[in-house]
């Protein structure tokens, strides 16, 4: 489909032949970002990594954030966070059972992500001075704001919606934060007092080149470190946060998967203890769980929209440089010549055969993108998103609070940067596990 939007030329790719001829075949093509203002504004310059156009600095910082923050082994480094902050939640959820209250699932699930990612991330989550995670949220709802600036760059200058100044008064407010963040741990320097954090590691390799093969050299610096921190907690949060959500969502309008799902875990981990990161590979059903999950909500509906870099001719469509594209991954997990008949419907074991991995292979669902620009956080991602899914239904079951039938469960979706549920998940827990387990 092709659309222009105010002055920029843009097309939508809707079906997984396209993505992959988009994506994989042409890849290199399509492989930029458009420059949007919220972006600009916030990111300093889009000097992150999600925002950047193609070029050696956005090689060289994936390739730098790849490798340092979000390999195999960082992931595996960091667990001991994910397993702190999810015992906390689990006992405060306990107290919940007991008196039977009811709870915000989705309030307690984003606070989860948030303490989990800014500990990751930054080292703390909290701090007296600033109100961190509000800010963010801010930038947030900015960057994923619909701006007129990006589609009729002229009607910029008049800042009609109030999106520049807004922009600018949260950047500078949340560059004074990061300032004070980078401070410290440059003062606090000794990591055997404090856990390693990815500031600690960015600083780590300031000044140096990031790839020293590569001619190119370039070198990170403080404004580069913002940038990226920013990112990976923009990045980070709302996408893990709203996969637990509508997962969550799902099992509770679909008792019989909760059961299976359940049973699951049961059989592997039994009643005595809770789930740990070692448990994960051997729960299929969860898996097949959370990719009918992200079939059915991939939280960037419309991942991060491509830049052509250079006119090309595909399938005799000619499309012009710097046309915008938007690949429509809601639409491409609900194709009906795909999914079949059923493919509205939450039905995990339409998986049972399939095995997904997102490295790029499969263009039948793809909620984190693919070719060279996609999600380099899968991993990290997908670990938190299948813990914390499997600790809740392990260590509790959970009914729909006011009589709400689970079939009549609100599925509706609120637009932004990710599409959160529209209305919060509220749902009340009761312990199912051993009274005499132990939290760590
Ligand atoms: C389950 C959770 C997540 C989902 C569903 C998700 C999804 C996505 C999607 C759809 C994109 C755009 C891909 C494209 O344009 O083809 C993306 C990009 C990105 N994601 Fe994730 N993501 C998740 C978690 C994370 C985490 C935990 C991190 C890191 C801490 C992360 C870091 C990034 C970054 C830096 C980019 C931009 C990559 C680039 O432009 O080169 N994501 N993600």
């Known amino acids: 489909m092709s659309l222009q939007l105010g002055q920029v030329p843009a097309i939508v790719i809707s079906s997984s032949k396209a993505a992959e001829s988009f994506l994989k075949t042409h890849d290199i093509n399509f492989a930029s970002r458009p420059k949007i203002q919220g972006s600009e504004l916030l990111s300093y310059g889009s000097k992150g990594m999600a925002f950047s156009e193609y070029s050696p600095y956005w090689r060289n910082v994936r390739k730098l954030c790849t490798v340092k923050l979000l390999s195999a082994s960082k992931v595996e480094m960091f667990g001991p966070i994910r397993k702190e902050e999810l015992g906390v939640l689990v006992k405060s959820l306990e107290k919940a059972a007991l008196v039977g209250e009811v709870v915000n699932v989705s309030d307690v699930v984003e606070n989860l992500i948030e303490e989990i990612m800014y500990k990751m991330i930054l080292g703390r989550s909290k701090y007296e ?149 070692k448990d994960l590979k051997k729960l299929n059903y969860l898996d097949m769980v959370i990719d009918e999950a992200l079939r059915l909500y991939p939280v960037a509906p419309l991942l991060v929209p491509r830049e052509c870099r250079e006119s090309i001719t595909i399938d005799g469509y000619f499309i012009k440089e710097k046309t915008r594209v938007i690949v429509n991954a809601w639409a491409i997990g609900r194709d009906l010549n795909v999914w079949s008949k059923n493919a509205e419907e939450f039905y995990p074991e339409r998986f049972i055969n399939k095995k997904m991995n997102y490295q790029g292979q499969d263009f039948e669902s793809i909620p984190f993108g693919s070719g060279r620009r ?59 596990l051993s009274s005499d387990i132990k939290h760590e």
């Not at 007129?148 to 934060?177: H, M, N």
């Not at 099992?251 to 005595?272: A, F, T, Y």
């Not at 392990?394 to 549920?421: A, D, Q, T, V």
């Open 374 to 432: 996609r999600c380099p956080g899968i991993q990290l991602g997908l670990a938190t998103v299948k813990l914390v899914i499997a600790q809740l239904v392990h260590c509790f079951n959970w009914e729909l609070p006011y009589n709400i039938n689970p079939s009549n469960l609100n599925m509706e979706e609120k637009f932004g940067l990710s599409i959160p549920r529209a209305q919060h998940l509220h749902a009340i827990p009761s312990y199912r």
């Open 129 to 277: 001075q600033f109100d961190l995670k509000k800010l963010v949220q801010r930038a947030t709802i900015l960057v994923g704001a619909f701006n007129l600036a990006d589609y009729v760059p002229w009607l910029g200058a008049f800042d009609i919606q109030g999106l520049t100044r807004s922009c600018k008064e949260t950047s500078k407010s949340l560059d004074e934060v990061l300032e004070a963040i980078i401070t410290e741990h440059e003062q606090t320097t000794n990591v055997d007092i404090h856990r390693e954090d990815f500031v600690d590691i960015l600083l780590s390799v300031t000044s140096q080149a990031i790839n020293p093969e590569n001619e190119q050299n370039l070198v990170i610096d403080r404004t580069n470190i913002k940038a990226i921190l920013l990112d990976m907690i923009v990045a980070a949060v709302d996408t893990s946060a709203t996969v637990i959500e509508w997962t969550l969502s799902e099992l509770l309008s679909h008792p019989r998967v909760m059961k299976i799902l359940q049973d699951e875990i049961q059989n592997e981990v039994g009643s005595k203890r809770m789930v740990e990161e």
